[in-house]
Each structure stands twice: as C-alpha cells, then as structure tokens.
T-cell receptor, first 113, second 117 residues
C-alpha cells in the first residue's frame, strides 16, 4: 500500500500569512493531484502535476512536484479566509494499464480574518 | 451538466441492518470509483468500475460490502450487515475513459455519510 503523508495535519493562521503544505511518499507516482474539500462536499481538483520538478501556479497557490516524483508541496501566499478547507494530495499510479489514485492524510487549514 | 450525485446524503442505521448507497456518475463517464473516509483517517479506495465491470476491488473491506453497476450507469454499494466500524463518509467519483491517465482528475460526489449505531 502506497502511503502519502501530509504535513502539517492542522494549520491555523492569520489572514495575509504565507504557508506551505507538504506531501511525501516513498513511492514514485506518474502524476500527483491536489484537491480541496469543504465541509459537506466532495474533493475538488486544484491541479495536476506530472513532470518531476514541475511547478504550477494558480493565482496565490504554487504547486511543486519533486524531482523524483515522490513528493509535492503546496504554497499559499497571503492566505485569505476563503482558502479555509481540507487540502488533499493524491498520487496516481498506473498499474495494469489504468491509474489508481491514493489519497494523502490531509491538511486542515483555517485562515482567521 | 449534472455532476456526480449520491444518495442518501446521510443514513443512520442500527448495527446489523442493511444500507444501500447509490451513485449516479456524470453522464458518459465510464470509470466509477467508490472511496471511503472513516473518522480521522484518509480517504481510502474501495473499488473501481469500468462500465459495468469491476476493474479493481482490492479495497473492499470484506464480504459484507457488495458493489454493483447495472448497465454501466449508476452504481450501488450495499453494506449487509452493517457494523459499527463501517461508519464514515462514502464518496463516489467518476472520470471519462482515458481521462484519468492524462489529467489524474476524479470528479467527486458530495458523499454519503453513514452512521451505524
């Protein structure tokens, strides 16, 4: 079983601060996704990274895939209360010709106004 | 376009009873997945359908869980008999054929919360 560990598990910060969430594994993934989930809803995809070392930006969010495709980070600049939610990384493998997605342990972010 | 819909949103049952959860994927999505989050744990894979066929059911906890996907459209997940440890949120997700390979994206429903007393 491939385990994706996220850190920190919980994060409470003031509006305007920066933060970084980490996602680490001993497994190599063909791609890695970051999802955000709000209470009472299902996870919603934020970004997919595929190439080792790849960096993608989505407004104030910066995502990086590790060179070895085993880890990833999510950096939020000037956090806003609307960023509050559960952030999940998910690694995709391709066994037997299809992709199997494994989810990380999650990081619960609270941004205080 | 309607998203993935799940029913019921919340079910409370007694230990030993039966519950059936339903998932309607996005129209045209051949891939359908069931995931589960037990309190305090990560979202875990249960199984994957491609159309009506089970591609991978390695995550199913035991034989009290039965998933079906009649005609390759909607899917049901039956728990019989339910035990206390089955409590959690059951998510359904879908993706088009081949799409997951390119983008890795799963389209999730809002989940069905199951409480076993």
């Amino acid at each position: 079983t491939q385990l994706l560990e996220q850190s920190p598990q919980f994060l409470s910060i003031q509006e305007g601060e920066n933060l970084t969430v980490y996602c680490n594994s001993s497994s190599v993934f063909s791609s890695l996704q970051w999802y955000r989930q709000e209470p009472g809803e299902g996870p919603v995809l934020l970004v997919t990274v595929v190439t080792g070392g790849e960096v993608k930006k989505l407004k104030r969010l910066t995502f990086q895939f590790g060179d070895a495709r085993k880890d990833s980070s999510l950096h939020i600049t000037a956090a806003q209360p609307g960023d509050t939610g559960l952030y999940l990384c998910a690694g995709a493998l391709a066994p037997g010709g299809y992709q199997k997605v494994t989810f990380g342990t999650g990081t619960k972010l609270q941004v205080i106004p | 376009e309607a998203g993935v819909t799940q029913f019921p949103s919340h079910s409370v049952i007694e230990k030993g009873q039966t519950v059936t959860l339903r998932c309607d994927p996005i129209s045209g999505h051949d891939n359908l997945y069931w995931y589960r989050r037990v309190m305090g744990k990560e979202i875990k894979f249960l199984l994957h359908f491609v159309k009506e066929s089970k591609q991978d059911e390695s995550g199913m906890p035991n034989n009290r869980f039965l998933a079906e996907r009649t005609g390759g459209t909607y899917s049901t997940l039956k728990v019989q008999p339910a035990e206390l440890e089955d409590s959690g949120v059951y998510f359904c997700a879908s993706s088009p054929q081949g799409y997951l390979l390119s983008s890795g994206e799963l389209f999730f429903g809002e989940g069905s919360r199951l409480t076993v007393l």
